[in-house]
Structures are given as C-alpha cells and as structure tokens.
C-alpha cells in the first residue's frame, strides 16, 4: 500500500514493495525490518521517538538486542543519506527522520 507523500518530509512510503520514493522520484528498496521501523519514524514526524518506543512498536513484546537495532538504523541511515534523508539523535534521546 502506498501512503501519499508526507510533507515536510516528501517521502512516499509504499509498504507492498517495502520502497521510499522521494519528491523528486528516486526510490529506495529497504528490507521489512528497516522498512518497519522508517515508516514507525515517519509517522512520528515531527516528534520523533526512543529507541525503547521504536523497538515496542516494530517487535512489540519480543526482547531485542540493542545491537541489531543499531545495525537496523545504521543501515536505514546510509540509505537515506544516499537520497539526502538522515535519522538524527536528538539530545532529549529521539530519533526523527530529517531532510538534508
């Protein structure tokens, strides 16, 4: 299912083929998990989340190890970055999506 562009942001989150595409057309592939936790920091723009609430809202009650979180958002980070999208940490500990 594909959600209309999402200003400020402009990104076209499409959930069948796990694909972010860009104002300007440029599609990024992400695998389920990374598509997972994008689209839960997508929908919490401008706000921003935890790294705890993301973890609750992708894996619900399943423990996770923090590490393959990090890896999760370090991949989603240079995938984003290759389209001018970042995952920034802000100093009250949120995550939140920006546009470069």
């Known amino acids: 299912m594909t959600k209309p562009c999402l200003p400020p942001l402009d990104l076209r989150l499409d959930s069948t083929n796990l694909t972010v595409t860009t104002a300007a057309g ?15 920091l997508v929908s919490a ?11 609750k809202k992708v894996w619900g009650d399943m423990r996770v190890v923090s590490k393959a979180f ?7 980070r240079r995938k984003l970055g290759l389209v001018g999208y ?5 100093a009250d500990e949120r995550y ?3 546009k470069d």
């Open 96 to 98: 939140l999506v920006r």
């Open 45 to 55: 723009f401008p706000k921003g989340l935890s790294a705890t609430e993301i973890r």
């Open 70 to 76: 990090d890896v999760h958002l370090f991949r989603i």
């Open 86 to 90: 970042s995952v920034h940490y802000e």
């Open 26 to 40: 440029t599609r990024v592939v992400f695998t389920r998990k990374e598509f997972e936790i994008l689209a839960t």
